[in-house]
């Protein structure tokens, strides 16, 4: 995707064929910064702090830090100590634990020797499939999308919940894939974006993308989604995935179940988008998929950019006040209307992400 007119994916490899280039997301909307990961510690940090963040490029930057932390040793043990200090960074998005398995399945029966460089070869093949991938799901579901059009030429309106644009992957995103592609092909796209407290990723990533990409839209607060159904001003949801189960529930941003119960309500076709990477096909259903908790700072202050021009953070509770803060929920199955993937849109059920990867009978 272009930034000031220069085209960047969310990761890639710095010109010493070593260090990592990353954008720091936590500076956006109000200042594009990006950052070279040189330690598996880095992109350790770079996942648990959100600079990255997203499914997505949570496995693509846990690719590379497998290599970032073979640079001096490609030992057994060290492959093993730098997987684990990987896969502890965040436990919900489970690109994390496949990207990394699919690190050390390739590199660990390699001589010492050629261990690292076919471990940067493998982070490579990891991103650039990726990109493919969402493309690909972007093709699908702007399909979905046209199905909507109308004819009077008003726009079609879409729901988002957080943040799955290309800065949720190495490029093109999924939830978003699909409107990139309607918004290139002309067809009329009026996208509500939820701000997504506590982070804001609506609010600060995905207008941002959206207003980087000239697609008309207006920032909701989380609570506005259901008024806005039940006043026929949604036409479809789209939202990413951090963990779809083998039975279709997904698991994704806290408070996409509150948007799929009022999306049923209304009838408005909720759809998840999602790459195959994503399906955890050895969580039975949403209750085993693990519930991110973090701080509580997230919840009690806020940050934006002061009439000064300046970033501040702001406490918005009482001093004494606690606070709570799950950062995923599951949405079961037999709300989502669809799943869209890179081979197609399917029922979100067993059978229908079966009939999509037989490979997994
Ligand atoms: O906490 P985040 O910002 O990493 O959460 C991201 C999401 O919930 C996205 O919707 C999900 O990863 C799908 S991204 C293509």
Redesign the pocket.
Known sequence: MQVNGQAYRCIWLEDDGRRVGIIDQTKLPHQFVTQSLVTVDDAVLAISD?LV????L?GATAAYGVCLGLVADCSDTRLDEVCAKLIQA?PT?VNLRWAVEKMRTVIAPLPLGQRLARAYAEAAMICDEDVQVNESLGTHGMQLIEKCRKDDGQPVNILT????GWL??VDW???LAPIFKAHEAGIPVHVWVDETRP?N?GAHLTAWELAAAGIDHHLIVDNAGGHLMQHGKVDLCI????RTAANGDVC??IGTYLKALAAMDNAVPFYV?LPSS?IDWTSGNGTEIPIEERAEDEVLLVSGKGMDGVIHQVRIAPDQTRAANP??DVTPARLITGLITERGTCPASRDGLLSLFPEHR
Do not use: E, L, S, Y
């Open positions: 959100m963040r997203g499914a997505p949570i965040r998005a919940h957080c943040n799955a949720a992957t995103g999924t939830a982070r990723q939202v990413g995935t951090d994704n941003k988008a994503t950062a995923f």
